[in-house]
């Protein structure tokens, strides 16, 4: 569609919004109150910034359903998010709902070139996660063949890769490497033993220089998906070429501010993204604050998708380490440890505080290949890998080079940070 018309579409349907809600939920009846704002003064798209925002402490305050703006027999499903950050949050869908998100991620899946005669296996995890369900629906949706066996069970997940001839898998991006892991030690070669070509992977942070070494590793391509709970579930990928994810304008109106001051940024800058849906009723969201942290890229995609891209998320406001002032996302140090041959895909962030200082220390396990060469070397690899994080960082960690097979794997999302001075 043009941009204009999507523009036009945006508007009529942010307008409607803001009237449903208004009518049927008296928390946001309260907020745009406090606001001093009325469904009439949206007029137009720009208008968006008068409404207030919303976050996920209101979702917390108001826990369970108070965010919902349909009774609840209008609700067929809750999905639930895991409350690592905290208590968890309940989303809920009406049939119509369910259709929206399957519809996202079947566009999506068909942005990467998945369709009838694809065999999908699906590792993320089934139930009140939305990894699984969401993947799920979406691949039956283009007609692809589902193979629903969650995550973990990694042994069958390879042996059934094999039997029923996966040609694309779905799951977080360190699974993944756990399962091109194991199904080394099993013998098979991703690239050679099976007829993998697809990867859609999210849910969590990961970086290009991790795609690198995937698609470099099994052959197959690697694409990143983005979407969270409240949004729906995983809805969005990027198409073809990779540069950025593209969120689906007509179902959502995206912004990124600047978490200080909470005004729009450029296109371009990086901010905190946030959501307004458009086409979602028993739980929608109005300016909901996602935390995380990306740039927006409005021009139109080469691949003719004229859908908003947002490009790859940094990691979220609250993930952020600050070690001696020195602000510090997981994934900087994951795209610096993935330029070092040497070093395997397997880390944390450690961080600690030794009398008034914090120390953080990253612990990488090194490739086989390195693990039997000499001490001497290791020792030398330990010192480039600390300069090279500081020329990133701005900022001297300690670097502990471990063992392969020695930091523990995730078959869901990674934690690669260990904030000691936080017990
Ligand atoms: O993780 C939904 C999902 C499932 C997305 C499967 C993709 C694939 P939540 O558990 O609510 O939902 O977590 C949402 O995960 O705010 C981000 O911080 C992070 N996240 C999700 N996708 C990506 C990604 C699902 N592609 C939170 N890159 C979000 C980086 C991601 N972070």
């Known amino acids: 569609m043009p941009v204009e018309d999507l523009h036009k579409l945006q508007e009529d349907r942010l307008k409607s919004l803001v009237r449903f809600v208004y009518a049927h939920s008296a928390f946001y009846r309260q907020r745009?109150?406090?606001?001093?704002?009325?469904?009439?003064?949206?007029?137009?798209?720009?208008?968006?910034?008068?409404?207030?925002?919303t976050t996920k402490l209101d979702l917390r305050d108001t826990y369970p359903t108070g965010m919902f703006c349909l009774p609840k027999n209008w609700v067929v499903r809750y999905h639930i998010s895991s409350g690592t950050?905290?208590?968890?949050?309940?989303?809920g869908y009406t049939q119509g709902d369910i259709e929206m998100w399957s519809e996202s991620l079947a566009r999506a899946l068909t942005s990467v070139g998945l369709g009838r005669g694809d065999v999908m296996q699906v590792g993320y995890g089934y139930g009140l996660f939305t990894g699984g369900l969401g993947l799920h629906y979406g691949s039956e949706r283009i007609g692809a063949t589902v193979l629903p066996l969650g995550a973990g069970n990694t042994k069958r997940h390879i042996e059934l890769m094999q039997d029923l001839g996966s040609t694309a898998i779905a799951c977080t991006p360190s699974y993944f490497l756990y399962i091109n892991e194991v199904a080394q030690e099993m013998g098979v070669s991703i690239r050679d033993d099976t007829k993998l070509k697809t990867g859609v992977f999210g849910a969590e942070p990961w970086s290009d220089e991790t795609r690198k070494r995937i698609e470099d590793s099994t052959g197959i391509k690697a694409y990143d998906v983005y979407g969270t709970s409240e949004m729906s579930g995983p809805l969005c990928t990027e198409c073809h070429r990779q540069d950025g994810i593209h969120i689906w304008a007509d179902l959502f109106l995206i912004e990124v501010i600047d978490p200080k001051t909470g005004e729009q940024v450029e296109d371009g800058e990086r901010g905190e993204l946030v959501v307004t849906t458009l086409d979602k009723w028993a739980f929608p969201l109005v300016r909901y604050r996602m935390r995380d942290i990306t740039i927006l890229n409005s021009e139109p995609c080469e691949c003719g998708r004229t859908h908003p891209r947002i490009m790859r998320i940094l990691g979220r406001t609250d993930d952020m380490i600050v070690v001696r002032g020195i602000n510090v996302f997981p994934s900087q140090v994951e795209s610096v440890l993935m330029t070092i041959p040497e070093v395997g895909e397997h880390y944390q962030i450690i961080v600690d505080r030794k009398g008034p200082l914090d120390v953080m220390t990253v612990k990488v396990e090194v490739t086989e290949a390195t693990f039997s060469d000499k001490i001497a070397d290791l020792m030398s690899l330990s010192k480039r890998v600390s300069g090279e994080l500081k020329d990133v960082l701005n900022l001297t960690a300690g670097v502990e080079l471990v063992e392969p097979g020695t930091v523990p794997r995730s078959m869901g999302k990674a934690q690669h940070v260990i904030d000691k001075r936080k017990v």
């Open 32 to 53: 745009f109150k406090e606001a001093g704002v009325a469904p009439d003064d949206i007029k137009g798209l720009s208008d968006v910034t008068k409404l207030p925002f």
């Open 85 to 91: 950050t905290g208590k968890s949050t309940v989303v």
